[in-house]
């Protein structure tokens, strides 16, 4: 199937400078250099981020080479595409940081090392740093109309809002991404960029800039900006923003995310997230609608994202972690995949001169907070409803000691399927 069609039987298809015109470069020039950029406001990229990775390892494995651009310059600047404020501008030590994270989860999902169609990593401080001012207005400058620039509607937006409006730094971005784009076409004969659909303008500034300079045409695709059913930010949860970064999200908890996609999104992100073939997700959607109960797109999906941004190793932690979670055996998992997951439920610290040489249980579940009283903990150990460490404690006189906790560390107590209280152990 050309990638072309791919993309549009995955709904993925947003809008191209001239469609033909795309599809028959596609056709014959392979590989076909285009390019994604990639600002590194923070030093990992999160769920939100992955939509255009994923496009890029499609177009790669239709046969065109990738090149990676992280905004070593432009992120000192800030995109003010779909943004209400001005982003915070960061120093180089964190942008250096920053790109570095970046650069090596990119390189974990795109192939590196074949000779033709290999992923290029390119950083736009590389050329925009050294340039000067009175030269880039000389020569790019006056390529740009500021009645266009206006009309744009990233632009728009923050103009109408008289109390942030928006800064001459921020204004001048888009001719910076125009920039990139001439210089990796000349230097890397990049033909194509790619991105979300708030970059529409951003791409054909540098296409128009390619072709009043050199007279060249090149071409410039997007991919729809996601959002779930309800009308929310696609990557957001109560917890926070999902990352790809296993340190900032376990795998466990990125499992979780997608187990958890609402009924009326599996189908569609089946489809744009993952490299499952379409006839697959046809079936997967026809048992969702049949047997919804079974959740096997829902299944599928967290297993083909955690494998695909985690590794194999990373989706048999997260497998680990949801058996733990429900009922399975604590002694399974590793200690930082339990820190992981019970990272979010409530936690208390007790200090190892509380505890002693033992604490009776019914003291801890009222001094963490686990219940609201001795009482309660008492009449709950006695109806058996109290799991230590998953296992059912029936002694309403239990105690407590160093002994019972998890790496030296840890103690999980739980009630019911999933009211969970972890709770952390400090030596004096």
Same mark, same amino acid.
């Given at each position: ?327 399975? $055996? ?13 990272? $979010? ?84």
């Amino acid at each position: 199937m050309h990638i072309l069609d791919e993309l549009h039987q995955r709904s993925l298809f947003h809008s191209s400078t001239d469609e033909a015109a795309l599809r028959a470069h596609l056709d014959g020039h392979a590989p076909v250099h285009f390019y994604v950029g990639f600002d590194p406001t923070s030093d990992s990229l999160h769920v939100g981020s992955l939509l255009p990775m994923i496009t890029m390892a499609r177009l790669q494995r239709a046969g065109h080479r990738p090149i990676i651009l992280v905004g070593g310059a432009t992120g000192m600047i800030g995109d003010p595409s779909g943004k209400s404020a001005e982003r915070q501008l960061l120093d180089e030590g964190v942008l250096g940081r920053n790109v570095s994270g970046i650069r090596d989860q990119l390189r974990a999902m795109l192939d590196l090392e074949d000779p033709r169609v290999g992923a290029l990593v390119r950083n736009n401080a590389d050329w925009l740093s050294g340039l000067s001012l009175v030269s880039f207005l000389r020569d790019v400058g006056k390529h740009f109309s500021v009645n266009a620039m206006i009309a744009r509607e990233s632009v728009k937006m923050r103009l109408e809002n008289r109390e942030q409006g928006i800064s001459y730094t921020e204004f001048s971005y888009q001719l910076l991404q125009a920039y990139d784009f001439l210089h990796l076409f000349q230097n890397d004969g990049c033909t194509l960029q790619l991105g979300g659909s708030d970059q529409w303008g951003n791409i054909t500034a540098g296409a128009d800039l390619i072709r009043r300079l050199t007279g060249s045409t090149v071409h410039g695709l997007t991919v729809p900006l996601l959002t779930t059913s309800a009308g929310t930010k696609f990557g957001k949860t109560e917890a926070g923003t999902v990352w790809l970064d296993p340190s900032r999200t376990s795998p466990y908890h990125f499992y979780q995310f997608w187990l958890r996609t609402a009924d009326d999104d599996v189908v569609k992100l089946l489809n744009y997230f993952t490299f499952v073939p379409l006839e697959e997700i046809a079936e997967l959607a026809a048992t969702h609608k049949e047997k919804p109960e079974l959740r096997a797109a829902h299944t599928r999906l967290a297993e083909e994202m955690t494998r695909l941004v985690h590794g194999q190793e990373g989706l048999e932690s997260a497998l680990r972690g949801t058996r733990v979670f429900f009922g399975g $055996d604590l002694r399974e998992v590793r200690a930082e995949e339990l820190a992981g997951i019970f990272a $979010d439920v409530p936690a208390f610290t007790l200090e190892s001169s509380v505890l002693g040489s033992a604490l009776p249980l019914v003291d801890l579940c009222a001094l963490s907070g686990f219940v609201k009283s001795k009482g309660v903990a008492r009449r709950l150990l006695e109806s058996g409803g109290v799991s230590l460490n998953q296992e059912k404690v029936t002694d309403k006189d239990r105690v407590v000691s160093e002994g019972d906790f998890l790496f030296e560390k840890y103690l999980v107590l739980r009630s019911g399927k999933r009211n969970y209280h972890l709770i952390v152990l400090k030596r004096n």
